[in-house]
């Protein structure tokens, strides 16, 4: 089994910044890509971000060119910096991991493991 602990939600005002941290711990040598998705309320949720094979990393449209996610893999710690953020992206966020790299990276249906989520309020 794998553990996903998200950190570093909370709110700030439109046009400012915010860095997500996600820990993973346990089983994570069966970790084969990581991502990040969010969802508002009343909306599915979508992906934000992710890791594919070889290092590439896919972006949402609206999270192009604002967004940027990395990893420390010494540190098992996939993060993901938020800059110009509006009130739209105000939603929970979630750290998700999967064993297996096939299909879209932003199917949520594929990932194995999920964190709790941490909140993300952007006010305008």
């Known amino acids: 089994q794998v553990q996903l602990m998200e950190s570093g939600g909370g709110s700030v005002q439109a046009g400012g910044s915010m860095r997500l941290s996600c820990v993973a711990s346990?089983?994570?040598?069966?970790?084969?890509?990581m991502g990040w998705f969010r969802q508002a309320p009343g909306k599915e949720r979508e992906g934000v971000a992710a890791?594919?094979?070889?290092?590439?990393?896919h972006y949402a449209d609206f999270a192009q060119g604002r967004f940027a996610i990395s990893q420390d893999r010494s540190k098992n710690t996939l993060y993901l910096q938020m800059n110009s953020l509006q009130p739209e992206d105000t939603a929970m966020y979630f750290c998700?991991?999967?064993?297996?790299?096939?299909?879209?990276?932003?199917?949520?249906?594929?990932?194995?493991?999920w964190g709790q989520g941490t909140q993300v309020t952007v006010s305008s």
């Open positions: 998700a991991a999967r064993r297996l790299r096939l299909g879209s990276w932003s199917e949520y249906g594929l990932y194995n493991y």
């Open positions: 346990g089983a994570t040598s069966s970790i084969e890509c």
């Open positions: 890791f594919g094979g070889s290092g590439t990393t």
